[in-house]
């Protein structure tokens, strides 16, 4: 299927991932950063940002998302990129590390290191952002970015520094958060979901110092499955993009070198 998606630079390939309810212009901070060495691909899940929702019959689960992502790879003549994603991207990038069909992984605070408890926090905290930009949108949502309150509001719980969105971007993301019509099924198919198994590629994982929706504790759990130390971005919360976008690329950079 064809998937909405953002292309800049030139190089070796490298996909971007967002994480659930959110859109592929969730990447854009740091976007040309990365285009100076690859050729960018951000890309919109189906059912998530502008992409059309999986056609009738197929459930949302990481491994519809994922294979969607790669058919549609393929179908650019794209072949082995590399891959960076975010919390649930960011768990579907290393699943695909897991499988050996990417050159290398990055992952930003990835979905799947939770506790019971933890996940049931994180899932408690999405349903209320949702229902939030759900009934915040419009001339609502353009009223909630338009001050400093009103987008810590809006975003405290998933960044360090708010402040620092445009208030397009902030409208933006609440309209993609609320009208996303795969959240529900794919937040369900995460209930019981935990690391993938051993990477056969090599792979990075980072965590915001800050991250309030999956606490930095899950890192230590990431750290031990991984068998290697997580970065941890300093100043940063879930979404950390937007936080420090010369962090964030530096980290993807590194972990993307051919």
């Known amino acids: 299927?064809?998937?909405?998606?953002?292309?800049?630079?030139?190089?070796?390939?490298?996909?971007?991932?967002?994480?659930?309810?959110?859109?592929?212009?969730?990447?854009?901070?740091?976007?040309?950063?990365?285009?100076?060495?690859?050729?960018?691909?951000?890309?919109?899940?189906?059912?998530?940002?502008?992409?059309p929702p999986l056609p009738p019959g197929l459930?949302?689960?990481?491994?519809t998302l994922g294979t969607a992502v790669e058919e549609f790879w393929t179908w650019l003549g794209v072949k082995d990129p590399h891959?960076?994603?975010?919390?649930?991207?960011?768990?579907?990038?290393?699943?695909?590390?897991?499988r050996g069909v990417v050159c290398t992984a990055a992952a930003l605070s990835p979905a799947g290191f939770w506790s019971r408890t933890?996940?049931?926090?994180?899932?408690?905290?999405?349903?209320?952002?949702?229902?939030?930009?759900?009934?915040?949108?419009?001339?609502?949502?353009?009223?909630?970015?338009?001050?400093k309150a009103g987008r810590t509001v809006a975003l405290g719980l998933l960044m360090a520094r708010p402040s620092k969105v445009p208030a397009d971007a902030i409208r933006a993301a609440v309209e993609a958060l609320g009208g996303c019509v795969g959240f529900e099924d794919t937040l369900d198919a995460c209930a019981w979901m935990?690391?993938?198994?051993?990477?056969?590629?090599?792979?990075?994982?980072?965590?915001?110092?800050?991250?309030?929706?999956?606490?930095?504790?899950?890192?230590?759990?990431a750290a031990r499955w991984a068998q290697e130390r997580v970065v941890?971005?300093?100043?940063?919360?879930?979404?950390?993009?937007?936080d420090d976008p010369a962090l964030v690329a530096r980290v993807i950079l590194d972990s993307s070198r051919d």
Not at 232 to 238: F, P, R, T
């Open 194 to 221: 935990g690391p993938p198994p051993p990477p056969k590629v090599p792979i990075t994982i980072a965590w915001g110092e800050h991250d309030r929706l999956l606490p930095r504790r899950q890192a230590v759990r």
């Open 83 to 98: 891959v960076a994603g975010n919390s649930l991207g960011g768990y579907i990038a290393l699943d695909m590390a897991s």
């Open 232 to 242: 941890l971005l300093s100043g940063c919360g879930h979404l950390p993009m937007s």
């Open 59 to 63: 459930p949302y689960t990481t491994e």
């Open 1 to 51: 299927m064809e998937l909405a998606y953002d292309r800049r630079g030139s190089g070796s390939p490298l996909v971007l991932l967002h994480g659930l309810g959110h859109h592929r212009q969730g990447w854009q901070p740091v976007l040309e950063l990365l285009a100076e060495r690859h050729d960018v691909i951000a890309v919109d899940f189906p059912g998530f940002g502008e992409s």
């Open 118 to 147: 933890e996940h049931l926090y994180a899932r408690t905290a999405l349903r209320l952002l949702r229902a939030s930009a759900s009934a915040t949108r419009g001339e609502a949502a353009a009223a909630l970015a338009s001050t």
